[in-house]
RNA sequence: UCGGGGUUCGUCUAAAGGCAGGACAUCAGUUUUUGGUACUGACUAUAGAGGUUCGAAUCCUCUACCCCGAACCA
């Protein structure tokens, strides 16, 4: 709890912050909850550092717990991948992880309860008609024929449900809750329904199932969840969250907060759309090295640390967001960076002939895995020997403006090992490059180059004789579009050269070194080898991310257009509701008195804007009329009113101390005390019944401006910040704002802040 | 009878009513036997309009735009 400097700070962190000091909580105890019908992905591993992490960092507990309430899309297979996917992301959930099937017989229990207490029915409705009684976003639904059956009924038939005696869709339990609500998630929800299923776990011991909104807050509850954390679209769903947490009866109340899920741009993140791309055999399954899955992102090389790097990086708020890509690359790239042993690999091979190196020799030369910045120990030995193969992309016949490689005529450095000019190139009939052929120069062993001769750069080789073949497989996005689900059709958008296959030349040390080692092959990017193809008869590589490249980067640049995100034609075709200031007009057509005020008020002075907030309802008018009534003149009281007023659902609330007061109180702010004062003691004397005059007298709130007194306190706000001062003489006048708030803070807000600012400005000009 | 959320650099994300900050990306430069790394610098933002205030990203009003909700899915 004490390292929270270095923690990622976030609005769900300062309400834990503040629901323990408050000590409304003494623990944490979160959840991820998935259901098991389908494989993880990037977004879930947000979900899971942030709930995983606020455990870590709170010392509490986060459970997994697999939310296994529809036994027609679940399987084990699911539960399988997904435990060793948060395993292998690094947390710790336990011996085992929960099953909300467990805990069927205490919801069952639950449900009985409510049925007693005359809060759940039996409903024989069929779905379309329970569609149909639920009404519509603008008007009410209507009570189904089966709301009032007896308790009795209601008890003998949900019984009945359970012992499996209905069919399919014959009956549900719903709640017994409003349907006239605005919020539809509250028109009489559906709590169980029957599904004669075999389930993964339970098997065929029940026939009716828990729907998710009765069955989430039960196994949070259950467990002691103190902070049920879940994405944006369930916002919906947390007032009824709240109504059967509270009529459950058990004695925790966990909550529910939203954040924003995570979308990453040139990939699509539903598990609806991953199935797709597997099933339909654009990707050779759910942990094809180019899926966003865990699965896939584990066997492309990326390490749960890289991952773990990037969700701390992103943060967590309530905005719709889309992360660049790039972001994810460079924690991948960062993390790589640090602990991948740098090796040497020729991806296009083209052979290179030392002219004047003896035919039958060969020298062993020794390399460093790491550079000297990275600063760890190891090293190999490399074979050199007359015949080399090196990078087809280092040499150029007729070489481009910036080119540091071979070329004709050219000197340059061979990684580790010697330089070598280029003398000629040896083509066949068709004029394709078959072989360069060069000198080398012995004595540039060691770091210098040829006696007078420029070397143009470093290039990576490998021995044509002892080196390895190897596939080498290089990956790119698997969209081209930067959002590919903005339309209809996100398949449309599939890269269809997203995998590039090639037999490379690697340096022998590769074919012992342990199948996880994550290499970068230098000047290439980071490699890892294939967990299922590759094997020691038949080296595979997967490319996990290319190296930062400034010089080849203009000719990689993906598809530009990026897709017009299209309006959805949900958001395009959906109606405005009523704004505020409708709403206040119409209430003032139903109301004459409101109407009368509004006239009435702008007679008076107001601006018709104010006239219309304070005309609007019932209880806006009676307390200007209030404030007018002990003294206040309509533009003060209005001011004040609008401003400062305490409200409760957009209407003010009611006056509990005295209107005389309250007058007393804009009087002091007059200039005994500061306006900022004043408006805190207003929302104060609205809330609680009190005294201006003591309230200003006990808290000190007693204005002072002269200079006498507050010169001390400007001198040593001055004389405490040095280098905002010299900040501030610089010309960074937005400082002023700065002492002005350091003044009026160890003053306690008593130090008239225009005094203030005006004895600074003196001082500071000095 | 519609309701619930949201809008700060290109992107993500910070700022008890008082310095618009950080990261990624981009562009320069330094170092470099990786066109890598590291380092330095530059760049660019409070959706719009009014109001309250000594002072507004933050409070009030209006407007615009985006997302979610009418599954016996979660």
């Known amino acids: 709890m004490s390292e929270s400097a270095s923690r990622p700070r976030d609005f769900i962190r300062d309400m834990i912050d503040a629901d323990l000091a408050s000590g409304k909580h003494t623990g ?102 329970i569609k149909e009684y639920r009404g519509s976003l603008k008007e009410a639904g209507k009570h189904s024929p089966y709301r009032d059956r007896s308790v009795e009924d209601n008890l003998d038939l949900f019984t009945r449900m359970r012992a499996g005696e209905f069919a399919n869709g014959a009956k549900v339990l719903r709640g017994k809750i409003d349907m006239s609500a605005s919020n539809m998630k509250m028109r009489d929800p559906l709590l169980y329904r029957i599904r004669h299923d075999e389930h993964h776990r339970t098997g065929d011991a029940w026939p009716i199932y828990p729907m998710y909104d009765y069955a989430h807050p039960l196994e949070d509850a259950i467990e002691g969840i103190t902070h049920s954390i879940c994405t944006l679209e369930f916002e919906n769903n947390r007032e009824l969250y709240d109504w059967v947490v509270d009529n459950a009866g058990l004695p925790c109340k966990p909550e529910q907060t939203e954040f924003a899920r995570l979308g990453l741009d040139y990939t699509v993140m539903s598990k609806r759309k991953l199935l797709q791309l597997v099933e339909q055999g654009h990707v050779s399954g759910w942990d094809d090295p180019r899926m966003p899955t865990i699965a896939g992102m584990r066997r492309r090389g990326y390490r749960p640390e890289a991952i773990r790097r990037f969700c701390d990086m992103i943060g967590v708020a309530k905005n719709n967001s889309v992360v660049d890509i790039g972001k994810l690359e460079f924690a991948v790239r960062d993390d790589l960076n640090q602990i991948a042993p740098r090796v040497m690999a020729v991806l296009r091979p083209i052979r290179l002939v030392m002219s004047n190196y003896p035919a039958g020799k060969s020298e062993q030369l020794v390399a460093p895995y790491f550079p000297a910045d990275i600063g760890k120990p190891g090293e190999r030995e490399l074979c050199f020997d007359r015949e080399l193969y090196i990078e087809a992309d280092d040499f150029a016949e007729e070489p481009e403006k910036g080119f540091r490689r071979l070329a004709p005529g050219r000197w340059i450095r061979l990684r580790y090992g010697y330089c070598v000019r280029c003398d000629e190139v040896i083509k066949d009939d068709a004029g394709k490059l078959q072989e360069i052929r060069c000198t080398y120069d012995p004595a540039t062993l060691a770091g210098e180059g040829p006696a007078g001769e420029k070397v143009w750069g470093v290039i990576h080789w490998v021995s044509a004789r002892h080196s390895l073949p190897a596939e080498v497989r290089i990956y790119d996005r698997l969209f081209k579009a930067e959002r590919p689900d903005a339309g209809d059709n996100f398949l449309q958008h599939i890269n269809e050269d997203s995998l590039h296959s090639r037999i490379a030349r690697v340096e022998p040390s590769l074919a012992s070194d342990s199948a996880d080692t994550h290499f970068q092959f230098e000047r290439q990017g980071y490699f890892v080898k294939d967990s299922v193809d590759s094997s020691s008869t038949g080296l595979v590589f997967n490319r996990v991310i290319g190296l930062r490249d400034s010089w080849n980067k203009q000719s990689t640049e993906s598809e530009a257009a990026t897709t017009p995100t299209a309006k959805s034609a949900r958001s395009a075709t959906r109606p405005k509701s009523r704004s505020k200031a409708e709403i206040r007009a119409g209430a003032r057509e139903r109301h004459p008195v409101l109407a009368e005020r509004f006239a009435r008020y702008q007679e008076q002075g107001l601006s018709e804007g104010d006239a219309d907030l304070l005309s609007g309802s019932p209880a806006w008018g009676e307390r200007l009329e209030t404030l007018l009534g002990a003294g206040l003149s309509i533009d003060v009281a209005a001011k004040w009113l609008i401003h400062e007023q305490p409200r409760e659902q957009d209407e003010p609330i009611v006056f509990a101390s005295e209107p005389a007061e309250f007058v007393a109180l804009v009087q002091a702010a007059e200039g005994r005390i500061s306006t900022a004062a004043a408006r805190k003691l207003w929302a104060q004397l609205a809330h609680e019944k009190g005294s201006a005059e003591s309230s200003i007298r006990d808290q000190g709130l007693e204005q002072r401006s002269d200079d006498a007194s507050i010169l001390p306190l400007v001198s040593a706000a001055i004389a405490a910040h040095p280098d905002k001062v010299a900040a501030y003489r610089g010309g960074k006048e937005a400082l002023l704002g700065f002492f002005v708030g350091q003044v009026v803070r160890e003053s306690k807000g008593a130090a008239n802040p225009e005094a203030v600012k005006a004895l600074l400005a003196a001082e500071l000009a000095k």
């Open 28 to 129: 944490v105890v979160t959840r991820f909850p998935p259901e098991p019908n389908g494989y993880l992905h990037i977004g879930h591993a947000k979900s899971i550092c942030l709930n995983f992490g606020l455990a870590e960092q709170y010392g509490g507990r986060c459970n997994l717990r697999f939310d296994d309430t529809n036994p027609a899309k679940e399987d084990q297979e699911y539960v399988d991948s997904i435990a060793a996917d948060v395993r292998w992301l690094g947390f710790d959930y336990g011996p085992e992880p929960l099953f909300a099937s467990d805990y069927f017989e205490e919801m069952y229990q639950i449900a009985i309860k409510l049925i007693r207490e005359g809060k759940a029915y039996v409903c024989d409705l069929n779905d379309e008609e």
